[in-house]
Nanobody, 121 residues
């Protein structure tokens, strides 16, 4: 059973930066293949994928965050990151870390509890 714990959310002004972290309790990073992702959900909106990273290091991003967000991982620390720069009010949402054994397919077996990101104009 993999447990995921997010941290790093907060409130910032537009144009600011935040780095989200996701600590995994089990050594999912040694599993191959695996997919880890960041998703977000704003009030009244459906949850949407933001970024993914697979065990081979390949990444993908939602179009609206390309060039502003970077997903990365630390295999030794079993930690996933999301560096968010040039934040916009429309980035305001609850951000979730998720993991799945296998290739990225849009569904995940393991979820964190979420961390709130609020961007003011």
């Amino acid at each position: 059973q993999v447990q995921l714990v997010e941290s790093g959310g907060g409130s910032v002004q537009a144009g600011g930066s935040l780095r989200l972290s996701c600590a995994a309790s089990a050594d999912i990073f040694s599993t191959s293949p695996y997919c880890m992702g960041w998703l977000r959900q704003a009030p009244g909106e459906e949850r949407e994928g933001v970024a993914t990273i697979e065990s081979d290091g390949s990444t993908s991003y939602k179009e609206s965050v390309k060039g502003r967000f970077t997903i990365s991982r630390d295999n030794d620390q079993n930690t996933l990151y999301l560096q968010m720069n040039s934040l916009k009010p429309e980035d305001t949402a609850m951000y979730y870390c998720a993991a799945d054994v296998g290739l990225c397919a849009g569904d995940y077996d393991y979820w964190g509890q979420g961390t709130q990101v609020t961007v003011s104009s």
